[in-house]
């Protein structure tokens, strides 16, 4: 039997009693005979913990020791899980990201995994060890700084692992029972898909799922690794995600609508009265592609013909919004715009469906769904498969239940199960 990497989040590992029960389920898939690899999360809330504690240290913490910070949480983990997979009697050996040759660029907080060197794991797999590897984090090549994957990261470990060590799985266990058709915290009568897309997931990551990681996904499309998404606490079979030609057409779901996204954690920006010249934009842009903010949705507003002045909106990680409105700030002069506004209790909701390719009046019915529940809409994006809307944020639950409804997708009887995690 081949590898198997499994990865347990920081919802299943939230006390000294679950690192037990996942030890022993650890040691399940190595009893059934498997080699087995595992990556590890923060327990509970602990990586929203330590940025509370750096918050009230210091108002401007540097990135390279908010690494060094965040990395400690999975560390913990790494340690403890080991330790509990020893008393069953089971020899394991935990690995920083660095000692598991995860290698990154030398982006701090945000950095993308650019190698995996997986030697240390590959002799401990031969020694018999289970392999327990700390997520979210890893080394830089160039400045051999330790750094952090993003919110998140720890999916994206696990499917990088599994490619360099050609598991034949990765699985992702959480603390609901799979991917559903909208988040079961906000809406219950949500449907677990049996099985979704790459393509599906993508967009539903993208769009704020964070049910999965993006680069997750991006890694595991790339190297064609199948993730089954599952509960820690129920042994139910959960999501495959999966490329649908590598599955018996019966198999696959033809759904027009795979589900609905939320995101809370954009802002938005306005640049009101921008001159409405060839070059402007892509001063604007560039400037903010300079200080590493990624921009989402952009909106530019047709100039009145009297002022020859344009606004342009755009969304953009909340996260970065300081940094965005100072590099801004300093363009005034050169550009003469009129005045910035910041707003930061906006939310995106977004349909998804390959379906939408081939189905007309998917958009007229979302947005009908929206107007009937009173959803304001702000800004609109869209993609082949997607339709992204920005609404005030506490008109989020609202936007995504009627949506979810609207196109048939909620449960008859319910099916959703969170069993653990603070949704934090
Ligand atoms: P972990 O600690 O295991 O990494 P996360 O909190 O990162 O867990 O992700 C699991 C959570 O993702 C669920 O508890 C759920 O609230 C949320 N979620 C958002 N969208 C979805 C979706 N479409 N399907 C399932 N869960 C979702
Ligand atoms: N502990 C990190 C976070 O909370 C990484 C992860 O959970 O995947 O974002
Ligand atoms: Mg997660």
Sequence with gaps: MGIVVQKYGGSSLSDAASVKRVARRIVQAKKAGHDVVVVVSAMGD???????????VSPRPPAREMDMLLTAGERISMAVVSMAINDLGFSARSFTGSQAGVITDAVHGKAKIIDVTPGRIVSAIDEGHIVIVAGFQGVSG????????????????????????RADVCEIYTDVDGVFSADPRIVPAARKLDRVSYEEMLEMAASGAKILHLRCVE?????????????????????????????????????????????????????????????????????????????????????AAATGLTDISFTLPRADGQTAMGALARLQEEIGYEKLLFDDQVGKVSLIGAGMRSHPGITAKFFSA?????????????????????????????????????????ATEVEAVVYGGTGR
């Design 46 to 56: 602990t990586t929203d913990d330590l940025i509370d504690l750096a918050e009230q």
């Design 370 to 410: 929206l107007a009937s529940a009173g959803v304001n809409i702000g800004m609109i994006s869209t993609s082949e498969i997607r339709i992204s809307v920005i609404v005030d944020e506490n008109q989020v639950e609202a936007a995504v239940q009627a949506a979810h409804t609207a196109f048939d997708l909620d």
């Design 219 to 303: 890694y595991a499309r790339r190297y064609d690794i199948p993730i089954h998404v599952r509960s820690s606490f129920s042994t139910l079979e959960g999501t495959w995600v999966i490329d649908p030609a590598d599955t018996k057409e019966e198999d696959m779901e033809h759904a027009i609508i795979a589900g609905v996204a939320h995101d809370r954690s954009e802002a938005k920006i306005t640049v009101v009265g921008v001159p409405d010249k060839v070059g402007e934009a892509a001063r604007i842009f560039e400037t903010l592609a300079g200080v590493e903010v990624n921009i989402d949705m952009v909106v530019q507003n047709i100039s």
């Design 142 to 165: 160039d400045t051999k700084e330790i750094t952090t994957l993003g919110r998140g990261g720890s999916d994206t470990t696990a499917v990088a692992l599994a490619a360099a060590l």
